[in-house]
C-alpha cells in the first residue's frame, strides 16, 4: 500500500525551484552571449586595422607598429573569451 507524502506542498515547491534555475541558466546564457558579442565586435575592428594597414605599403614603419597594436588587442580580446 502506498501512502501519500506528507508534505502536499512539494510538487508546487519542486516547480517554483526548477523554475527558478531554469530562470538563473537562461540568465546565465544571456550574459555570456553577451560577452561573446562584444568580444567578436572587438576582433572585427581588429581585424579591420590589421587589413587597412597591410593594404598601405606606404607607411613602412607606422605599419609594423599598428600590425603589433591589432595583434595585442588581439590576444587581449580572445584571452577574455
Known sequence: ???EPLDMQFQKRMDLHRA???SMLRNR???RM???AHSVDEVEQAVAVLVETANRPDLP?????QIALARQALRRTCARA
Open 1 to 3: 500500500m502506498m501512502f
Open 20 to 22: 527558478a534555475r531554469l
Open 29 to 31: 546564457v544571456v550574459k
Open 34 to 36: 553577451d560577452k561573446v
Open 61 to 65: 614603419y607606422a605599419r609594423d607598429l
